[in-house]
């Protein structure tokens, strides 16, 4: 599944375009925050926090533009299920900030219990935020192109015995994208794509078990996974987004990353 040893690729140096304006969706904490706070430290003209939770989402902006700048940072509240409210998020943005060329589908849930949500949120929000962003990065709307990086899971390119509907979710985010990113018309338009397929990080549902909400045996066969696999810090699946972004190499491709077995592609 992994492809052969990846070539060195140096994140320090590495800087982003500086006309880069980048949405981030579930940013206002977790994961999410990380990617928006390390696009803005790598030179981000302008980044979009997107999330459900108004309340933490101003938080992170707040934050944010202490660090960075107000001119620099934005939030646009967004519930991925409702698809409308993608719109709002893309034309605020390019009114703030100018054309959209970096879109980052991050906004997911583990949620066994409640199928239907969980489908509703990983797969058809990162499906509807994709779309959006294909045609506001088009040349029918101005404009220029760009990059869109849909954050999957490990999960999603293998079983996954203890969370079966996350495992399914992200498996069609993982089809969706590869999908999209051979379409010629869309490589026309200068629209590329990047897949994150990480391991255990050390999220909010790893530091506390009752988020998981599954019987406790299901979690103690997630710890043993964990065992074997290890767990991620944020910092570290952070950087392999950073890459993601800005090596070409993994254009189109699934990038995997394990705390034992470090980048994968796939």
Do not use: W
């Given at each position: 599944?992994?492809?052969?040893?990846?070539?060195?690729?140096?994140?320090?140096?590495?800087?982003?375009?500086?006309?880069?304006?980048?949405?981030?969706?579930?940013?206002?904490?977790?994961?999410?925050?990380?990617?928006?706070?390390?696009?803005?430290?790598?030179?981000?003209?302008?980044?979009?926090?997107?999330?459900?939770?108004?309340?933490?989402?101003?938080?992170?902006?707040?934050?944010?533009?202490?660090?960075?700048?107000?001119?620099?940072?934005?939030?646009?509240?967004?519930?991925?299920?409702?698809?409308?409210?993608?719109?709002?998020?893309?034309?605020?943005?390019?009114?703030?900030?100018?054309?959209?060329?970096?879109?980052?589908?991050?906004?997911?849930?583990?949620?066994?219990?409640?199928?239907?949500?969980?489908?509703?949120?990983?797969?058809?929000?990162?499906?509807?935020?994709?779309?959006?962003?294909?045609?506001?990065?088009?040349?029918?709307?101005?404009?220029?192109?760009?990059?869109?990086?849909?954050?999957?899971?490990?999960?999603?390119?293998?079983?996954?015995?203890?969370?079966?509907?996350?495992?399914?979710?992200?498996?069609?985010?993982?089809?969706?994208?590869?999908?999209?990113?051979?379409?010629?018309?869309?490589?026309?338009?200068?629209?590329?794509?990047?897949?994150?397929?990480?391991?255990?990080?050390?999220?909010?549902?790893?530091?506390?078990?009752?988020?998981?909400?599954?019987?406790?045996?299901?979690?103690?066969i997630a710890e043993s996974v964990m065992a074997?696999?290890?767990?991620?810090?944020?910092?570290?699946?952070?950087?392999?987004?950073?890459?993601?972004?800005?090596?070409?190499?993994?254009?189109?491709?699934?990038?995997?990353?394990?705390?034992?077995?470090?980048?994968?592609?796939?």
């Open positions: 599944m992994s492809a052969p040893a990846l070539p060195p690729f140096d994140i320090s140096a590495a800087k982003l375009n500086p006309d880069t304006v980048a949405i981030v969706t579930g940013s206002a904490d977790g994961l999410g925050k990380a990617f928006a706070h390390a696009l803005l430290q790598k030179g981000a003209k302008g980044v979009c926090i997107s999330d459900v939770n108004e309340e933490k989402g101003k938080g992170a902006l707040n934050e944010f533009a202490k660090e960075f700048g107000e001119d620099r940072v934005t939030f646009v509240k967004c519930d991925v299920t409702a698809h409308a409210d993608f719109e709002a998020v893309f034309a605020k943005t390019k009114e703030r900030f100018g054309p959209v060329n970096l879109m980052v589908n991050n906004a997911g849930i583990l949620n066994e219990n409640v199928p239907d949500l969980c489908i509703d949120v990983n797969v058809k929000g990162t499906i509807a935020g994709t779309f959006s962003a294909i045609k506001y990065m088009g040349s029918e709307a101005g404009g220029k192109g760009g990059k869109i990086i849909n954050v999957a899971s490990l999960a999603g390119l293998g079983p996954a015995v203890f969370m079966p509907v996350y495992a399914a979710s992200k498996h069609a985010i993982v089809g969706l994208t590869k999908s999209l990113a051979v379409d010629p018309r869309l490589q026309a338009q200068g629209i590329t794509f990047g897949i994150l397929c990480p391991a255990f990080a050390k999220t909010a549902i790893i530091e506390n078990p009752a988020l998981f909400r599954r019987p406790a045996e299901d979690f103690a074997k696999q290890g767990v991620l810090e944020i910092a570290e699946v952070r950087d392999a987004f950073l890459r993601l972004v800005l090596d070409d190499s993994f254009k189109g491709k699934a990038m995997t990353l394990t705390k034992a077995g470090g980048l994968g592609m796939a």
